[in-house]
């Protein structure tokens, strides 16, 4: 093989090796866009599920003797850097219940929503004097994600035909914070 063919291999191993990379930048751009437009679904999810949440609300816990008059969908409180998020916050003269909705709720889940509770009235204060109630809401509740909400003291909201329902039996105490 001469000098000239093997300049001329070497370029074409080159070019090759060019194509492949564009191919993958293009490839690279192609998934970030496809994680934009699936964050983007996942976001309209939530938001219908907390839409099928809202409004059963003060019904819910009203049948359960916790008289709640207002209700704040996607309530947020800011203090020293830190945010608290809280899907759905309804509020009474006597108690305060904080909702975390998810389309398919897990143990995690469940977890990162005592956090939250725990550290509800260091963000809302003007609450100090309310028994704050926790519960969970999900479309999709694995029995053992159900039963273990129901062991932390937390009311579990789930679907009931077309609107939702609390699953916690009749003998269910909530845990306050």
């Not at 599920?49 to 969908?73: H, N, Q, T």
């Not at 809302?124 to 519960?135: H, Q, T």
Request: net charge negative; glycine share 8%; hydrophobic share 40%.
């Amino acid at each position: 093989m001469t000098k000239a063919e093997m300049e001329l291999g070497f370029q074409k191993i080159w070019d090759l090796f060019a194509a492949t990379d564009r191919e993958f930048k293009e490839l690279k751009q192609l998934f970030v866009r496809t994680d934009e437009k699936i964050n983007a679904l996942d976001g309209k999810w939530g938001r219908f599920v907390e839409g099928l949440v809202v409004p059963g609300v003060k019904r819910l816990f009203g049948e359960r003797g916790i008289a709640l008059e207002k209700v704040y969908p996607r309530a947020e409180a800011h203090k020293k850097g830190e945010t608290i998020e809280i899907d759905v916050l309804a509020v009474g003269d006597e108690h305060v219940v904080m909702v975390e909705v998810k389309s398919t709720l897990s143990v995690d889940d469940v977890k990162e929503h005592l956090q939250e509770l725990d550290r509800f009235k260091t963000f809302f204060p003007e609450y100090a004097d309310r028994k704050v109630l926790g519960a969970v809401a999900g479309i999709v509740i694995e029995h053992n994600v159900s039963r273990y909400a129901y062991q932390q003291g937390l009311f579990v909201i789930g679907q009931s035909g077309d609107a939702v329902c609390l699953l916690n039996d009749k003998k269910f105490r909530p845990k306050e914070w």
